[in-house]
């Protein structure tokens, strides 16, 4: 999953980035409302994780602006202000949940998960095909019962293929889905990627199929007894 970040104290930020991180997310991090608001205007994410006292615009502002264009993204707020009238005020505005700081960070992933699992495939925590069970939140995937060993980036290719599973991933979204803008992902490093992902799913009845030209598709296959190359 990838998630934004806007948070102006750099304590706190490294801090959830890493919980994030550690987590299998991917995460983009900013310090002021103006950035916030065009990562949102120009990227897709999962998840907003939103302070309301960031400078040049106030979070309330960048949520407003967030839910003035449509977008359904859930956000969750961490902040300061802990009055009742603060509280009703966001969460009247579009906010999903809403965490006062000083917070645990067990308590902070609890939430991040528990949104995340509403927000997967259409509030759907598990994603099935075939043979193949993902535990979208929990980061765990199953070829009946037995469990699949994979990366955190083979996990994210996996998901990200999944919750497409009707339409075809192109290598951009791909990408997006795996890095932020503090890594890089070269063709290569996608290709190999694809290639371990799919030896691991080699017997299963499962295929990750290359649409020349556009991307790739998970899908049910019939496959023969060679290990893919």
């Known amino acids: 999953m990838r998630i934004l970040l806007a948070e102006d104290d750099l304590s706190i930020a490294e801090g959830i980035c890493a919980s994030l991180r550690h987590g299998g997310h ?4 900013v310090a002021g409302g103006n950035l916030a608001d065009a990562a949102l205007h120009d990227h897709a994410y999962d998840l907003v994780v939103l302070d309301l006292g960031l400078p040049a615009i106030d979070g309330s502002e960048v949520l407003r602006r967030l839910r ?3 977008t359904g993204m859930p956000v969750l707020v961490v902040t300061a202000r ?3 009238a603060e509280r009703i005020r966001v969460l009247d505005l579009g906010a999903d949940d809403y965490l006062v700081k000083p917070f645990a960070l ?4 609890a939430r991040v998960r528990a949104l995340l699992r509403r927000a997967s495939s259409q509030g759907k925590p598990e994603v099935v095909l075939g043979r193949l069970r993902l535990d979208l939140p929990g980061h765990r995937a199953w070829i009946d019962q037995a469990p699949l060993d994979l990366t955190a980036r083979e996990f994210g290719l996996l998901e990200a293929l999944a919750l497409r599973v009707d339409r075809i991933t192109s290598r951009t979204q791909l990408v997006e889905a795996l890095c932020d803008w503090d890594q890089e992902l070269t063709d290569n490093g996608l290709d190999i990627a694809i290639h371990r992902l799919r030896r691991k799913l080699h017997g299963s009845g499962i295929g990750v199929r290359t649409i020349r030209g556009l991307g790739y598709l998970l899908e049910e296959t019939t496959e023969a007894g060679n290990i893919p190359a």
């Open 26 to 29: 991917a995460v983009d991090h």
């Open 68 to 70: 003035s264009r449509g």
């Open 82 to 84: 802990d009055g009742l």
């Open 106 to 109: 067990a308590e902070f992933e």
